[in-house]
């Protein structure tokens, strides 16, 4: 049973422009709603992580959006730049289960 | 501080053999949760280790064992390898309370 959906599978923005990547969960007891970037070659990187109490936490260029109600969360990148090329995975995790993982996204960002 | 350290980086084994990979959390890390990456099934939760303990299970056959020593290094352990068991093998850490993983980069296991 998938807990986490993510989408979309693949995305590519244009140098400057806003990335944004959806996720969906069903397990109500979920209380930590991490995102991981990783690049060819390389673990996952936490690159920044909210809990249900807030709506929206940013960090520089990277915003998460959460909707407690509709248990969604999304990643929102300003300002994309070529360096942000690399998959993106959201998550969850909370009571006894540790950390699950949506089926990433592919950011593709072209000058 | 050093980060998360997995050896070896790559392997190459035969189809029944076993294997084993090694993880060394970050320094003051506890708890060890080992992932199976794979292009068809993403990230895939092995288990995780706390204190010596088994604390977590997913949902991976028995041939899929690991343990964790007392100076919280950690081992998994794969018998009877499948053609199926070709993947990156990621093994993360944490505090004891917390939600936030740091990543090694990973092991990548191909069975022939």
């Known amino acids: 049973q998938q807990q986490v959906k993510q989408s979309p599978q693949s995305l590519i923005v244009q140098k400057g422009g806003i990335s944004i990547i959806n996720c969906a969960y069903e397990n109500t007891a979920f209380d930590y709603f991490p995102w991981y970037q990783q690049f060819p070659g390389k673990g996952p990187a936490l690159l920044i992580a909210?809990?249900?109490?807030?709506s929206e936490k940013k960090e520089g260029r990277f915003t998460i959006s959460f909707n407690k109600s509709a248990k969604q969360f999304s990643l929102h990148i300003m300002d994309s730049q070529p360096g942000d090329s690399a998959t993106y995975f959201c998550?969850?995790?909370?009571?006894?289960?540790?950390?699950?993982f949506g089926t990433g996204t592919k950011l593709q960002v072209i000058p | 501080k050093a980060g998360v350290t997995q050896t070896p980086r790559y392997l190459i084994k035969t189809r029944g053999q076993q294997v084993t990979l090694s993880c060394s959390p970050i320094s003051g890390h506890r708890s060890v949760s080992w992932y199976q990456q794979t292009p068809g099934q993403g990230l895939q939760f092995l288990f995780e280790y706390f204190s010596e303990t088994q604390r977590n299970k997913g949902n991976f056959p028995g041939r899929f064992s690991g343990r964790q020593f007392s100076n919280s290094r950690s081992e998994m352990n794969v018998s009877t390898l499948e053609l199926g068991d070709s993947a990156l093998y990621l093994c993360?850490?944490?505090?004891?309370?917390?939600?936030?993983?740091?990543f090694g980069p990973g092991t990548r296991l191909t069975v022939t």
């Open positions: 998550a969850a995790s909370g009571g006894y289960q540790k950390v699950t």
């Open positions: 993360a850490s944490s505090l004891e309370f917390s939600y936030e993983q740091y």
């Open positions: 909210i809990r249900p109490d807030v």
